[in-house]
């Protein structure tokens, strides 16, 4: 029976499949889907494809229709002579035709406000020429750029983080699955000892610290399992489901050594991709501050009807076109001053890019060298395993044939359940710092 058990602590170490990690890249775009950062970043997405696109639509034609009427009494006055000019000349027509046909006029004064005066207008502008509205459509376009990088940057982040979760749960089951045989190895210890002690080869006290063995390793389960737990509800948050949903599990392959010596560096980075950006909306803000240097060119044309108490015929409508200009001669230094201010913005981007490069490639290399170890640690665990099971398997038959002492056996025991514990333990690490290279240097696909 023992060597069954044995046969059975084997095999959780080493479990082949075809399937490969499918469920994990099924976890990871679940994840992606119900991530509620991410939903938050595609709103920011959409709030700015919607900024450019309000960007590119001010170079096309603006319609607006404009309605002016004004009702006025009072104020400045212009006093026209009618009477005083016109009067001499109908006396003298009035005295040559012998009648009043020609009537005398008063002297007029003309209010300046016009009163009951209406002036309706469709007015249509199109910019000409305005480096404002090109500079702006770029800065608009790069914030795209920057939010579509911020929605990837945030995927990659919790596609590693749902990895390093799935492969700490994955690792706290095995610890509940070793403990289980743990428990097994310590029942048949106990049924040997029972067996040896009714035979009177061995006192009470082996059969007690055979029990003691079982109460034990059932505490350390419950402990594990506890663990386990806490991974399920952590893995479950991570993808926004109830905490207690059940984790379909991946068989891992045995670890294997990877050459990471010719891994791609950190040009991939969103954090980078970020900053190249930021780069390139501070040389157009600061083309943005010189372009008070070419004046600013307008198009315009007014269809509309004006007149007085509401008239409105061929006399009243009228169109008005033109072209305005709009040239900044002086600002008192104000554009000068934009233009340093932007220029020193773009000297601390260069300086930001330089030291989180180089703060990246230390992770990469940190990453790497953490694999190695976390491999070397794995490899050095399965060794000692086959070593203890061999160990295990010496003793339990020197023990059964009264050539060994039980603490001998108990020792051996913990040996063997330690180190398949050290190999579980190492077996994920590799996987976790095998992710986190993946993380390090952007590999992973985050479009599948």
Do not use: C
């Not at 002690?197 to 399992?225: C, G, H, M, P, W």
Request: proline share 2%.
């Amino acid at each position: 029976m023992n060597k069954k058990l044995i046969l059975l602590i084997s095999s959780l170490l080493v479990v082949n499949t075809s399937k490969g990690q499918t469920n994990l890249d099924r976890y990871i775009k679940e994840g992606f889907e119900n991530n509620q950062s991410i939903q938050q970043q595609q709103f920011y997405l959409d709030k700015s494809i919607y900024a450019l696109k309000e960007a590119k639509s001010l170079f096309l034609p603006n319609v607006s229709l404009l309605a002016d009427y004004f009702q006025a009494d009072g104020g400045r006055t212009i006093d026209f002579p009618t009477g005083d000019l016109f009067n001499p000349v109908y006396n003298s027509l009035n005295q040559i035709t012998g009648s009043n046909n020609f009537p005398l006029l008063e002297n007029q004064t003309i209010l300046l406000n016009p009163d009951n005066f209406y002036d309706i207008k469709f007015r249509a502008t199109q910019p000409i020429l305005n480096l404002e509205i090109e500079f702006n459509r770029r800065i608009k376009r790069n914030q795209v750029t920057i939010q579509q990088v911020e929605i990837d940057l945030y995927k990659r982040e919790l596609a590693k983080e749902i990895k390093l979760g799935y492969f700490k749960y994955l690792q706290s089951v095995e610890a509940i699955k070793i403990y289980d045989i743990a428990l097994r190895l310590a029942e048949e210890n106990k049924r040997i000892n029972e067996s040896l002690y009714n035979n009177d080869k061995v006192n009470r006290t082996v059969v007690l610290r055979a029990e003691n063995e079982i109460i034990r390793f059932k505490a350390l389960r419950e402990s594990a399992q506890q663990t386990s737990n806490n991974a399920k509800a952590y893995f479950n948050f991570l993808l926004n489901k109830d905490l207690k949903s059940p984790i379909s599990i991946d068989s891992i392959y045995q670890a294997e050594a990877v050459d990471y010596s010719e891994v791609e560096g950190i040009s991939g980075r969103e954090e980078l991709l970020k900053l190249q950006v930021s780069e390139k909306i501070n040389e157009n803000l600061i083309g943005l501050s010189k372009s008070f240097i070419v004046p600013k060119m307008n198009a315009f044309i007014d269809l509309g009807s004006q007149g007085f108490d509401w008239q409105f015929d061929n006399k009243t409508s009228y169109y008005f076109l033109g072209v305005s200009m709009q040239w900044n001669l002086f600002a008192s230094g104000r554009n000068q001053h934009r233009i340093k201010q932007a220029q020193i913005d773009q000297k601390i981007i260069n300086s930001q890019t330089d030291y989180v490069s180089l703060q990246l490639q230390l992770q990469l290399t940190n990453a790497i060298n953490d694999y190695k170890a976390a491999l070397f640690n794995y490899q050095s665990a399965v060794f000692a395993y086959n070593t203890s099971t061999k160990f295990y398997s010496d003793i339990l038959r020197l023990y059964k044939e009264g050539q060994s002492l039980f603490v001998e056996l108990l020792d051996a025991q913990n040996q063997l359940v330690q180190s398949e514990l050290q190999v579980n333990i190492s077996l994920y690490d590799t996987y976790i710092k095998s992710a986190e290279i993946e993380r390090a240097n952007a590999s992973f696909n985050i479009n599948n």
